[in-house]
């Protein structure tokens, strides 16, 4: 959904004033999967105002409109008074809300004259000016404010799945009859009973299926930069450089031989010299020599060019005419072919220019990329901060896998599996233990691991299960908003995405499947992709790359109703145009073996009447995972 900020203030129109209430909004909007199209600043003047919305909800047809500022009771606030002038309806309830809510805080929002409503599809709501009130006043209608913009999109399914999740809560008599207390959670609309309360839990998810795509975009969209930072070279690999890199010096810095061979005078042209007994090599001083008409002087690969030459002959164009008897010294070659001034010469400045950028601001650096860097002398580079992972295993089941196996448990082998796997991407990766199926245990977990992250990746607790905990205790216990949780993907369909604030900061919550496979599908699809974002990586380089590949094998593969990314390794032995794709062997979730020499995951579609089978042959795109 788009959305628009319109600031309201003679000032900021005239800029004697920075505005501030814009950029907060602006992140309001990130944070509940709003687009900011635009941001305008205007004056205190009613009609300005006015054709400024109408334009935003009749041409433009934005979803969302706030406006910030000229709601008190200053002679030129009018914002309310323009606002009343174009909307269709009014919206009372979200007035009400917002000062409710801002009494609460300070009594002289009595003072503050708010409007909101709605021309045609397009909600329109009044904010004060002050950064504070604005951030305030959105969070206090923050829980109808989607369910609103879905309703007034006539977005029907969403819409079905708020109202039927409501219908399911139990009402305030019985939960007070039985409890004392009314006792879920609502996040976001996406509701979140509480797990005591077994019989009344959701009996289908009450989250809507998304694609794939769009959950990407979705985890792509909250995903900030954290900053720079200055580090040494030698821990740089895998980072992306924050500024520009320019050469403090020439490349070479001296006039350098390209072959093995003499210097020579090139107008001696062809026939016998007589050769220095010195020879000009890498790291020499050649000025302490200076060749004169009629000598050279041995010369070798990348070595400065002696004094008074200006040419290289290479050996191979040269024979020993006179030499010591050992062999050790040469006193006179015959130079062959005819030398040209500048032959076989690199001059100053031929590889890299002083001053030269070398590397552009948000380069990615590989093993080259650490030799230009090397070789332009910068040995701290400033790059942005790589994100701290946190992955947390969760289960009753659940076991350290260094330990000798207890009757009843299994071994935890998503948290080394996916700790391994982050940390060959090069990001910074702890391990926030295991939890077990009990709120307490887990709450306690996830403020352990979200102290010290900026991501958390949990396994675990995402499906239907009474013991499936972790989104009830991540909207009852640190207010998260809870994005996506539910895929239409194979493995995987569970995965939620989800943000909070803690002590604080910004934090990234994925809840993975507790399947091993499953959970190493999908931090390929969303972890890794989410880490690089952070670090600025170039959009090219942030999902994983797709290539077109022959599916092979000897039977064809029946088709879920869910697309799929079906495990598989390439090989080009067979001399196709495209690589052919091999299932690595049965693909349940649970069976970590089909991850085992697999490097591509291959999507393959939906079944649909016309199609049901993966025929061998087929061509499908695919995804690499590993090394080719």
């Not at 330990?403 to 071994?411: A, D, H, V």
Request: contains cysteine; charged residues 20%; proline residues 7%.
């Amino acid at each position: 959904m788009a959305g628009a900020i319109v600031i309201v203030s003679d000032r900021c129109f005239n800029k004697s004033m920075e505005d501030k209430a814009g950029s907060v909004i602006d992140k309001f909007f990130q944070e509940n999967d709003l687009l900011s199209k635009c941001r305008i600043i205007v004056p205190d003047e009613k009609n300005i105002i006015m054709e400024t919305l109408k334009r935003l909800c009749d041409t433009d047809k934005m979803d969302l409109i706030v406006t910030s500022g000229g709601t008190g009771f200053s002679p030129r606030d009018v914002t309310p008074e323009a606002t009343k002038m174009i909307i269709e309806k009014e919206a009372p309830g979200l007035v009400l809300a917002m000062l409710k809510g801002s009494l609460e805080v300070t009594p002289t929002a009595m003072l503050s004259r708010p409007v909101c409503g709605i021309r045609g599809s397009t909600l329109i709501i009044n904010t004060p000016g002050s950064p504070k009130a604005v951030v305030e006043c959105l969070n206090f209608i923050k829980p109808s404010l989607k369910h609103a913009l879905q309703l007034l999109k006539n977005d029907l399914e969403p819409v079905k799945v708020t109202h039927d999740a409501m219908q399911s809560l139990p009402s305030l008599t019985e939960a007070a009859s039985a409890t004392g207390e009314m006792r879920y959670s609502c996040c976001k609309h996406k509701v979140e009973l509480d797990p005591e309360l077994v019989a009344r839990r959701h009996r289908e998810s009450p989250y809507p299926m998304i694609a794939v795509e769009e959950a990407q975009g979705k985890v792509l969209e909250h995903c900030l930069s954290l900053g720079d930072v200055v580090k040494p070279l030698q821990f740089a690999l895998g980072q992306v450089l924050a500024e520009d890199v320019y050469a403090s010096d020439p490349l070479p810095p001296f006039p350098a031989s390209v072959k093995d061979g003499y210097a020579v005078i090139a107008s001696d042209g062809i026939g016998k010299r007589l050769v220095i007994s010195e020879a000009s090599i890498c790291g020499s001083k050649p000025e302490l020599q200076k060749v004169q008409p009629g000598w050279c002087m041995r010369i070798n690969t990348g070595a400065p060019l002696p004094s008074g030459a200006d040419a290289v002959v290479m050996v191979e164009h040269t024979k020993v005419l006179e030499c010591s008897e050992d062999g050790k010294t040469e006193h006179a070659i015959e130079i062959l072919k005819t030398p040209h001034a500048g032959a076989e010469i690199r001059p100053i400045g031929s590889d890299i220019k002083e001053g030269d950028i070398v590397l552009r601001k948000g380069s990615c650096i590989g093993p080259s990329e650490v030799g230009i860097l090397a070789t332009v002398g910068k040995t701290d580079v400033k790059v942005y901060r790589s994100p701290t992972v946190a992955v947390l295993s969760t289960g009753n089941e659940l076991q350290i896998y260094t330990e000798k196996l207890i009757p009843g448990r299994i071994r935890d082998s998503n948290q080394p599996m996916l700790m391994s796997l982050l940390s060959k991407q090069g990001f910074n990766v702890k391990g926030g233990g295991i939890a077990e199926d009990n709120l307490d245990s887990l709450v306690a977990r996830l403020k352990s691991a979200l102290s010290d992250a900026d991501i958390l990746v949990t396994t675990g607790g995402v499906s239907m299960g009474e013991k499936d905990l972790l989104r009830y205790a991540l909207t009852s216990h640190f207010d998260a908003t809870i994005h996506f949780a539910r895929v239409n993907m194979k493995p995987g369909k569970p995965t939620t995405f989800a943000t909070c604030c803690f002590e604080g900061k910004n934090k990234i919550i994925f809840g993975l499947p507790g399947n091993p496979v499953s959970a190493m599908v999908t931090c390929h699809l969303y972890v890794i992709p989410a880490c690089r974002k952070i670090m600025n990586f170039p959009y090219s380089k942030i999902l994983p790359t797709k290539i077109r590949v022959k599916f092979g094998g000897p039977q064809p593969v029946f088709l879920d109703p869910r697309p799929e990314y079906h495990r598989a390794y390439l090989d080009w032995s067979g001399g196709s145009e495209l690589p052919v794709a091999y299932s690595t062997g049965n693909q349940l979730s649970s069976r970590l073996l089909s991850m085992h020499s697999a490097n591509v995951l291959v999507i393959l579609p939906g079944a649909s009447k016309s199609i049901n089978k993966a025929e061998p042959g087929s061509i499908f795109d695919a995804l690499i995972i590993d090394t080719l």
